[in-house]
């Protein structure tokens, strides 16, 4: 098992930035890749984008390339979304996932395998 925390979120102004974390416990061993991903009220669990846990490659969502940037510490098994230039589109819930085998694509939620409870960003315009 694989447990996630996030945390970071609040409310921000739109041009503003925020930094969510997500530290994970438990069999961090087995983790391949921590992806991001945000969910806003009616709508579908949308990607932001992944980092690879031993490579440290990226890969993000169309909608927060250039803005957004995922990095890691695994020292201290955490992963960072770093978001600037916010826009009031960017509100959701922003969720950390695991995922611990290979697939197809980590651009979808089923290509992980343990969630966190997820952290309220809102951006007021």
């Known amino acids: 098992q694989v447990q996630l925390v996030e945390s970071g979120g609040g409310l921000v102004q739109a041009g503003g930035s925020l930094r969510l974390s997500c530290a994970a416990s438990?069999?961090?061993?087995?983790?391949?890749?921590m992806g991001w991903f945000r969910q806003a009220p009616g709508k579908e669990r949308e990607f932001v984008g992944y980092?690879?846990?031993?490579?440290?490659?990226?890969y993000y969502g169309d909608s927060v390339k250039g803005r957004f940037t995922i990095s890691r510490d695994n020292a201290k098994n955490t992963v960072y979304l770093q978001m600037n230039s916010l826009k009031p589109e960017d509100t959701a819930v922003y969720y950390c996932a695991a995922g611990t085998r290979t697939y197809r694509t980590y651009a979808v939620p089923r290509g992980y395998d343990y969630w966190g409870q997820g952290t309220q960003v809102t951006v007021s315009s």
């Open positions: 438990g069999r961090t061993f087995s983790i391949y890749v």
């Open positions: 980092i690879t846990w031993s490579g440290g490659s990226t």
